[in-house]
């Protein structure tokens, strides 16, 4: 799954164009091409201050249409196969170490194979259904927020009085999701997925 840059990643845009520019002439396949116009898109959402809920759905529409084509090539069912491997074996790698001692790594690897699956084809889902998906983790310390998030250690005290409090995160566990849509006149945005989080009380 790709995120683009944050509008305050400039250096990190600056080299992006700067790379596309000199090495455009080396993308080749489908695939390679469908991805140069998603950095594209990229960094025109992430430059481009202000822009019109017009104007930015193109954008993501050109995304979408790039994603699109990707799913859609011959060079893809290839791909999709060796990117899987690849962050499998490296989510193997990172939670290996924190396996419990005597569980089965077979049994293990197969469910962190599984999740990959279901996280690629989720993640195809959402950027070719021209809609923005906002997907961040809450800063550990700042306040509770019952509007985004949940309290794990504390499920059954009312959210609310937990906020007034002003109660200070201390894991914070699961993201935040919310939905954008530019399609209409006016932006439309829906919370998807409140924060789960464990706090210092």
């Known amino acids: 799954m790709m995120f683009c840059p944050s509008r305050r990643s400039t250096t990190s845009v600056n080299v992006l164009t700067e790379f596309l520019n000199s090495s455009s002439n080396l993308w080749r396949s489908e695939v390679s091409t469908a991805f140069y116009f998603i950095a594209i898109s990229c960094i025109s959402l992430t430059t481009d201050l202000g822009l019109a809920n017009e104007s930015r759905q193109v954008l993501i529409d050109q995304q979408c249409n790039a994603i699109q084509s990707i799913v859609d090539s011959d060079d893809y069912h ?59 983790f809450p800063e550990t310390c700042a306040k509770f927020t019952s509007a985004i998030m949940n309290s794990r250690d504390h499920p059954n005290e009312n959210p609310n009085v937990l906020q007034t409090k002003q109660i200070r995160v201390k894991l914070v566990m699961t993201p935040i999701i919310t939905l954008r849509d530019d399609r209409s006149t006016t932006i439309r945005v829906k919370n998807l997925l409140h924060s789960d989080v464990l706090l210092m009380a």
């Open 78 to 136: 290839n791909y999709r196969r060796n990117q899987l491997n690849h962050h499998t074996r490296s989510l193997r790698d990172m939670l290996g170490p924190l396996l419990n001692e005597g569980c089965e790594r077979a049994i293990a690897g197969r469910e962190i194979g599984e999740v990959t699956v279901k996280a690629w084809e989720l993640s195809v889902k959402m950027y070719t259904s021209c809609l923005t998906f906002q997907i961040f």
